[in-house]
């Protein structure tokens, strides 16, 4: 069964987590850095599944079984899917909220620079209308051959930036292959390069 919803997206920035480790967009952890692939946030979203349920009073509806969702490039996958639909009172806008469950559920989109960035967990949060995606359990991302993994990593949509965090005592796990190494390294140089420029012009 389809089903096919318009959103408005904005572009408020990320807010940071409460505790853990902060991993400050894809050029730092695990991307060459690229625009933001702005065409999808501006596409309709279409949900396909085998099975669908509706809590009208409460303003939920299920998707269930083989549950695909799609925003341009944008793809979820998941065992289980459910829209949570409010309203602002103030405002009188909508909007709506998919919980996505999956042993992985799994996360994909196209970067302007064509490659693929996949976030898989047990469960994925998306908020289309301030452009965040939230992943926990067994959280991982992938893209350009490397990977980072945490208890729950946030992904901004539009700015293509991530934050990862732990619980207890594990540590946030980051995989980096060669080629982002090295741009690493030459980020670091310049960024050093830059704040010594500017405290001698202080």
């Known amino acids: 069964m389809n089903k096919t919803i318009g959103s408005s997206p904005r572009f408020p920035s990320i807010k940071s987590l409460a505790a853990g480790i902060v991993i400050m967009g894809l ?3 695990i ?74 559920a799994l996360f994909q989109q196209q ?15 998306y908020q289309p209308e301030v452009n965040i995606i939230t992943i926990s359990g067994n959280a991982q991302v992938k893209q350009a051959g490397s990977k980072v993994t945490g208890n729950t990593i946030t992904y901004n949509t539009l700015s293509e930036q991530l934050e990862a965090q732990s619980t207890n005592d594990e540590a946030v796990t980051t995989v980096l292959q060669p080629a982002q190494i090295k741009a690493q390294q030459e980020k670091n140089k310049t960024d050093t390069k830059n704040n010594i420029d500017n405290d001698n012009n202080d």
């Open 27 to 29: 050029a730092l952890s």
């Open 31 to 104: 991307a060459t850095p690229s625009l933001a692939a702005k065409k999808d946030l501006s596409q309709e979203i279409t949900i396909k599944s085998k099975r669908q349920s509706a809590d009208l009073k409460n303003k939920i509806a299920s998707y269930l079984d083989e549950v695909s969702i799609y925003q341009g490039s944008i793809a979820i996958t998941a065992d289980i899917v459910q829209v949570f639909s409010k309203t602002n009172k103030k405002t009188g806008e909508s909007f709506d909220t998919y919980l996505a469950k999956g042993k992985p």
């Open 111 to 125: 970067l302007e620079d064509g490659s693929l960035i996949s976030l898989q967990a047990n469960e994925i949060k």
